[in-house]
């Protein structure tokens, strides 16, 4: 199965910024929805972001409205989430994945996506 690649994840102090790239050098990410999720230690996987097929729709959990931005370069392949204004309980690793649809029910269940990537490490720390 092809999976996604996700980067820039690091360490990175309360208040600071990352932003998270995800792409696949085999298939074209435009064609899917894409959704970021993350998990922390002892903690269920959780649905944070995702960007429709398109770019048109975009849907954040309430924790992060306002602090993270999703969004899609065509040309490169790839989409990112920017995370600013971080907070220690957004530590975790983040994956990206693929899907057909973008909304809060699709973002809620993870049978809806696929082609996960190994995960980025962010830490919130001071």
């Known amino acids: 199965q092809v999976q996604l690649v996700e980067s820039g994840g690091g360490l990175v102090q309360p208040g600071g910024s990352l932003r998270l790239s995800c792409v696949n050098s085999?298939?074209?990410?435009?064609?899917?929805?894409i959704g970021w999720f993350r998990q922390a230690p002892g903690k269920e996987r959780e649905g944070v972001s995702c960007i429709s097929s398109s770019g048109g729709s975009t849907y954040y959990i309430d924790s992060v409205k306002g602090r993270f931005t999703i969004s899609r370069d065509i040309a490169k392949n790839t989409v990112y989430l920017q995370m600013n204004s971080l907070k220690p309980e957004d530590m975790a690793v983040y994956y990206c994945?693929?899907?057909?649809?973008?909304?809060?029910?699709?973002?809620?269940?993870?049978?809806?996506?696929?082609?996960w990537g190994q995960g980025t490490q962010v830490t919130v720390s001071s």
């Open positions: 994945a693929t899907g057909n649809e973008c909304g809060s029910a699709y973002l809620a269940s993870k049978r809806w996506w696929s082609s």
């Open positions: 085999r298939f074209t990410l435009d064609y899917y929805a």
